[in-house]
């Protein structure tokens, strides 16, 4: 029995790699994995790595 991992994943609305993300999203869902993705304003910077990382511990 194999089990899939959970992954957390966010970016900002001005994030340099926001297109990249939405690609990586969208493979991600075709392999049916336990994926959850957010995407809220921000931008590439700690501040938002810091919100990311508060939401991501607090579901799992």
């Known amino acids: 029995m194999s089990v899939s991992p959970r992954i957390y994943v ?3 609305d001005k994030d340099f790699l ?3 993300n939405s690609r990586y999203t969208d ?3 075709k ?3 336990n994926f959850i993705w957010e ?3 921000g ?3 700690f501040y938002f790595f ?3 990382l508060r939401k991501a ?3 799992f």
């Open 57 to 59: 511990l607090a579901r």
């Open 50 to 52: 810091d919100e990311a």
């Open 27 to 29: 493979e991600m869902k």
């Open 31 to 33: 392999l049916n994995l």
């Open 18 to 20: 926001r297109e990249s």
């Open 43 to 45: 931008s590439h910077s």
């Open 39 to 41: 995407e809220w304003p």
């Open 10 to 12: 966010a970016w900002g």
